[in-house]
């Protein structure tokens, strides 16, 4: 009966027993308004005064959590503040540029970050905090490559594995009517670029145009940024590039000099489309062209003159894929050739005009010897 008893006992006090409280997990996200430009300068200086002391991302190191803790990055924001430690420049309220020669308390709030972070769960953000909404619709390829380097970017940042980015917007997010109006463009010319060239030079400008479709860009902001990337992916289109001048061809067949420039730290390889403005010249087009790294090459374009007169060639770089790269070149070409049937006939003239006047003379000859 007593051991009965016992049952019954451990038996209720497994029913009423107080269940131990899961702990709860807290968020904690780390995500700035982007405010580097693609050339490197910062909008304003509010980025290192919010890891400074009292800045509002030195509080949310700076506090305290309880139980468990996870983490949101934007590996575009640490990529920002890893940028200041080395030294900067921002613009002031004027448009001013001002530069900072150092910045260690950057670095001492990423070696924080890391330490503070180095047992918790970590999962990244799209880099940027583009409108998630709009790139599924309007670019789906490329919100899945941003978020495959954002993942890579944040684990090489803190040092450790992280998990990848949900892609699920939650809510629809419009991003600026400026970048909205740029970006399609934009990002075909990178995707041309980087699928030559895999710089990383390359592959950090393609990747930071996911900063232009940040919803909380507005007004100037929004427009500075994007007019910085739309200037820096012009100025990558162009580090390949034909070299153009002004010939004046005297020879029916004719070697043209060409010369391809590349700027990039990796050799290339390119086809050479060319087409002529008239049909006074034929073109023998070339094959493929590989230029080392940050040189330039001469090649030969022969062309057959067929009349004289002034025409052009119009020359535009492509991909082994036929994608076109840089800007199409214009090379004026004036001709002044003489046909070589332009020249049979000139010189057969010249002879029955010669021959003619010698006629004449011995016409003349004769009448003067029967008036004598």
Known sequence: MKRAWVV????TGLVVAPLAPARAETLITLTQTPSQLADGRFLSNELALSISSGGELDKVLSARYRGV????IDPALLEEISALSDGYVYLDVEGNEVSVDEFPAATDWLNLLRFISRNDRVVTMTYGGPSLSYLQKAAPGELALYNQLSALRLEELLGRPVVAADTTPRITETAPLVARNAYTLLRKK???INSLVTTPDVENLRLGLAKTLNPKLEGDRAVQLTRSFENEVKRFDG????STGNYTITASNYELPVTIINDFDQLVSVDLAITTTNSRVLVTQVPRITVDARSQLQIKVPIQVIASGDTALRL????PKGSAIGEMERIPLRLAVISPITTWFTTGMAIIL????VIQSVRRVKRRKQHE
């Open 8 to 11: 019954i006992l451990l038996l």
């Open 354 to 357: 010669l021959l003619a006047a």
């Open 239 to 242: 580090r390949l590039r034909v």
């Open 316 to 319: 535009q770089l492509r991909t």
């Open 69 to 72: 803790k996870s983490w949101l």
């Open 190 to 192: 990178m995707r041309v």
